[in-house]
């Protein structure tokens, strides 16, 4: 069973900052496309991140595009999200998720019915 693991969630002010992780296996690192998700209370589950093909390519949601950084530790086999200036509206959970690798390089990677497998989830909030 595929075990994807998230930390680093926590409560900061507007304007701060989150560093999340996920790690996995080798086998669901370097097989799956890895992306990042959100859910706020009452909306659907939104992408948020994802990157392609070893870290040469990432794609982000509109509205978190130039705060938010997806990157990876191929080594650790760990997926990571850097959050910057932090809003309320990115109050959220958090989830690392994996999908069949021609995922990342579609235009629907941010669909949650894409991905197959689903970390616990790490709570966000900004206040």
């Known amino acids: 069973q595929v075990q994807l693991v998230e930390s680093g969630g926590g409560s900061v002010q507007d304007g701060g900052s989150l560093r999340l992780s996920c790690t996995t296996s080798?086998?669901?690192?370097?097989?799956?496309?890895m992306a990042w998700f959100r859910q706020a209370p009452g909306k659907e589950r939104e992408g948020v991140a994802v990157?392609?093909?070893?870290?040469?390519?990432?794609y982000y949601a509109d509205s978190v595009k130039g705060r938010f950084t997806i990157s990876q530790d191929n080594a650790d086999h760990s997926l990571f999200l850097q959050l910057n200036s932090l809003k309320s509206d990115d109050t959220a959970i958090y989830y690392c998720?994996?999908?069949?690798?021609?995922?990342?390089?579609?235009?629907?990677?941010?669909?949650?019915?894409?991905?197959?497998?689903w970390g616990q989830g790490t709570q966000v909030t900004v206040s």
């Open positions: 080798k086998a669901t690192f370097t097989s799956n496309c």
């Open positions: 998720a994996a999908g069949p690798s021609f995922v990342c390089s579609s235009g629907s990677w941010g669909f949650a019915s894409n991905y197959h497998d």
């Open positions: 990157i392609v093909s070893r870290g040469d390519l990432t």
